[in-house]
């Protein structure tokens, strides 16, 4: 059975840090991503990595990194520099086959976390 679960969500001030934990079980997968709904929008992509292969959305692009363990079967993401607009429920995504292209879309990935919630205050 497939799980991904996440952790390492919390509230934390405008210009911090969190780092996220996405881990994972049941079998590999080539691609990992991270997405992030905030209240009253739709779920976003956030970052994405294909092996050692990372993108990003503008929005966070200098700002987070995502990167993995593939020991461990855990991905991450490091968020720096926060600010209140970073304030959503943040999602593990995972897609179990190809590398041929940048997946963002939602229906790009097979399985999906539960979430974690991170809030940024200002």
């Known amino acids: 059975q497939v799980q991904l679960v996440e952790s390492g969500g919390g509230l934390v001030q405008a210009g911090g840090s969190l780092r996220l934990s996405c881990a994972a079980s049941g079998r590999t997968f080539s691609t990992m991503g991270w997405f992030r709904q905030a209240p009253g929008k739709e779920r976003e992509f956030v970052a994405t990595?294909?092996?050692?292969?990372?993108y990003y959305a503008d929005s966070v692009k200098g700002r987070f990194t995502i990167s993995r363990d593939n020991a461990k079967n855990t991905v991450y993401l490091q968020m720096n520099s926060l600010k209140p607009e970073d304030t959503a429920v943040y999602f593990c995504?995972?897609?179990?086959?190809?590398?041929?292209?940048?997946?963002?879309?939602?229906?790009?990935?097979?399985?999906w976390g539960q979430g974690t919630q991170v809030t940024v205050s200002s």
């Open positions: 990595i294909s092996w050692s292969n990372t």
């Open positions: 995504a995972a897609r179990s086959y190809g590398v041929s292209r940048v997946y963002t879309e939602f229906d790009d990935y097979e399985y």
